[in-house]
């Protein structure tokens, strides 16, 4: 119950991101949407699966030893190693099943959501537009529509955006007309009755100097590039959507690749961040076993009933958890302190946390 609870929040949260739009300007029909829906939770489990088990012992185990349950088992001669034994075998399968998300579920769940989603907006791109909505899923643009019939839209706002994200040119169009250009997967705006404003690029924040502006009754086209959306024709796969055999295809690949005089370091990198890929699925596998070696003696220690509190405990232990391992992952560029290595740290770290706790509480 606690993995599919933290499963169906981090599920809500891709949803609300990247589906809720589509869905609700009909991009997306009932049972296509469902479809993706089911393939993020595939996508999501890797993170569920290790919080939930930690959140399931420490309600139990609390529950438990809150009820004075674990005190009448120790009496009868029970030890706590066999108390605890179903959870350890319990965090044994979970890895194992981990594994095979995290390899083999995960990366064919996220390839088909990627190219499903991709499919569905190519057959009717122009619902990307949606009226009286800042649309951002163009590189480099902001577009806004007042109101659009068909391809015939009206009250047109689009803004440039410089590498930092501020606007240096924005342009506004009382009409125009949408297209979509299928061998370029771009949409195409042509503008008419427009006026448009120009920031100086270099300081566009700096209102002190006046802008640029003029007028234009029709101009050239604007296109709008969904690769975004699409990807790119020939482009590779990310590493995180790979299964265990690709990435090793793909590591062995990048290891021979030629490398030009000083370049022996960007080589370097490149094969590490598939390096970490590799690592890091086997250490969120691993994590279902640290989470519950520790969430053992925790929930035993804590004794407590309240589903609120131990929740509370869960989630900021898998917080300190995934800090450590993003602190690690920064290190991708610095291949000379072995962030692949560094990478299991967060498991030695609660496995020996959840080995010492045991052995004080089974003392008592």
């Avoid at 009448?72 to 034994?85: H, V």
């Avoid at 902001?142 to 015939?152: E, K, S």
Wanted: glycine share 8%; no cysteine; hydrophobic share 45%.
């Amino acid at each position: 119950m606690a993995v599919g609870l933290f499963a169906f929040v981090l599920t809500l949260g891709n949803v609300i991101r990247d589906l809720l739009g589509l869905i609700l300007s009909g991009q997306l029909p009932p049972l296509l949407a469902g479809e993706l829906i089911l393939l993020t939770v595939a996508s999501v489990a890797t993170y569920a699966l290790p919080i939930g088990i930690l959140t399931g012992v420490l309600l139990t185990l609390g529950r438990l030893s809150a009820d004075s349950e674990i005190t009448a088992m120790r009496t009868s001669g029970i030890s706590l190693l066999r108390i605890a034994r179903p959870v350890y075998l319990l965090a044994a399968l979970g890895v194992v099943t981990a594994l095979y998300v995290n390899f083999e579920s995960m990366p064919s769940a996220k390839t088909r959501y990627e190219l499903q989603l991709a499919d569905a907006v190519r057959t009717n791109p122009l619902r990307l537009i949606k009226p009286k909505t800042f649309i951002r899923d163009f590189p480099g643009r902001v577009v806004y529509v007042g109101d659009i019939q068909g391809a015939v839209m009206r009250d047109i706002w689009l803004w440039e955006l410089d590498k930092e994200g501020l606007a240096v040119r924005l342009v506004r169009a009382g009409s125009g007309r949408l297209d979509f250009d299928a061998e370029t997967t771009e949409l195409i705006v042509t503008l008419n009755h427009a006026q448009w404003e120009e920031r100086n690029e270099k300081n566009p924040e700096n209102f002190s100097e006046p802008s640029r502006t003029g007028s234009f009754e029709s101009a050239q086209p604007v296109r709008l590039s969904l690769q975004g959306l699409f990807g790119h024709p020939g482009k590779r796969q990310k590493p995180a959507w790979m299964t265990y055999k690709e990435l090793q295809v793909e590591q062995a690949r990048v290891a021979a690749l030629p490398v030009a005089p000083g370049q022996e370091r960007d080589h370097a990198r490149d094969v590490m961040k598939i390096t970490l890929t590799i690592q890091d699925k086997f250490t969120m596998s691993l994590a279902v076993l640290s989470f519950a070696l520790v969430g053992v003696p925790l929930g035993i220690k804590v004794s407590r009933r309240e589903t609120s509190a131990n929740l509370g405990v869960a989630v900021m232990l898998a917080l300190g958890y995934y800090f450590l391992t993003t602190a690690v992952g920064w290190l991708d560029r610095h291949p000379e302190y072995r962030p692949d290595l560094l990478l299991w740290l967060p498991n030695a770290i609660f496995l020996a946390l959840g080995v010492w706790l045991f052995r004080r509480i089974d003392r008592r």
